[in-house]
């Protein structure tokens, strides 16, 4: 009887039982290959099965992701640069994902480094780029000027995220602050819309878009996490602001965000996801039992952000999606 191969064997490394095992060492490499490569399809097509909610999307209006982060999702994932992988796994959830915009905020983002311009090659694909507050601190005139190269390519569609982080302090409050307003200027300048990230600093956030923008600018507030009285004095200033609705209005301990959408005219929302965070705990993906991948959130998830704003408003899904999607083309152009 011939022996059974050790499945955890392999020529770089060997095996972790070295001499005490008792399966066969013979030269295994293109097997173990070929196995690994079956367990990997099949481990794809399974996550899609069990990931796909029973929905009838028939005569539904297409949504656009408005943000997330495609390559931080590529690498959640563990996809390497097979970007078709992932797109499948969206396509599989939901098939009404009809755009997705990918924000680029970080130095490594705009250096050779970064992937955005094979991402934008994806046909469904847009982009924003800014410098995010948490790296505040490294903006410097070159890097300005990279920045403001970027925003020059044909799919961007907005300058940022950009504004401020007092959560973590990355960078310190006082440069966060000077960066925001600098970069608040360089958009007015280049005519883009803005896409501002405020945590744990709205009243500071207001005090310096009114002091910097003209007040019929284009923004999108993205990930909104404050309350109803924040997002009313926004939308009584800024007639063109809109609020970035994620997974996170799903969550037990948002309870008075759920109360701003309720409350946030539905011309003012847009969807968006923050992938690879904030998976909705509404989704099919939330449930799944691989506890890794069931904190990886994709762009299919708005999906589920939009079923949850249309029972807070007590509207159809239909509804929702109709009015984003209108919200969506009158900031972003897409």
């Excluded at 028939?58 to 982060?69: A, I, R, S």
């Amino acid at each position: 009887m011939s022996q059974k191969n050790c499945r955890f064997y392999n020529t770089s490394n060997g095996c972790r039982f070295g001499e005490n095992c008792k399966f066969s060492h013979v030269e295994q490499n293109g097997n173990n290959k070929n196995r690994n490569n079956n367990r990997r399809n099949n481990n794809d097509k399974n996550n899609n099965n069990n990931n796909k909610k029973k929905r009838n999307e028939e005569n539904l209006t297409k949504f656009v992701d408005t943000h997330c982060h495609f390559d931080l999702m590529m690498e959640k994932f563990r996809f390497g640069n097979n970007f078709d992988r992932l797109l499948d796994k969206i396509n599989n959830y939901t098939s009404l994902l009809e755009f997705f915009i990918c924000s680029f905020n970080d130095p490594v983002a705009f250096s050779s480094f970064g992937m955005y311009e094979e991402i934008l090659t994806i046909d469904n694909a847009y982009a924003t780029f800014g410098l995010h507050p948490h790296t505040s601190q490294n903006l410097t005139d070159q890097l300005l000027t990279k920045i403001e190269n970027c925003l020059s390519h044909p799919k961007c569609v907005a300058y940022g995220e950009i504004g401020l982080d007092f959560h973590y302090n990355h960078s310190p409050p006082d440069v966060q602050m000077e960066v925001f307003r600098t970069q608040l200027e360089k958009a007015v300048e280049l005519d883009k819309p803005i896409v501002i990230h405020s945590r744990k600093a709205a009243d500071e956030t207001y005090d310096i878009l009114k002091d910097t923008i003209p007040k019929d600018w284009y923004f999108h507030l993205h990930s909104y996490s404050d309350d109803v009285d924040q997002a009313n004095r926004i939308i009584d200033e800024f007639p063109n602001a809109y609020f970035g609705i994620t997974g996170m209005v799903t969550f037990a301990s948002a309870s008075e965000l759920r109360n701003a959408v309720k409350a946030i005219p539905l011309d003012r929302l847009l969807l968006e996801t923050d992938a690879p965070y904030m998976t909705p705990n509404n989704s099919s993906s939330s449930n799944n039992n691989n506890r890794r991948k069931k904190q990886i959130c994709h762009s299919g998830h708005c999906i589920d952000i939009a079923e949850k704003i249309a029972e807070l408003k007590n509207i159809t899904l239909g509804e929702v999606l109709e009015q984003v999607r209108e919200n969506t083309k009158n900031i972003y152009k897409i």
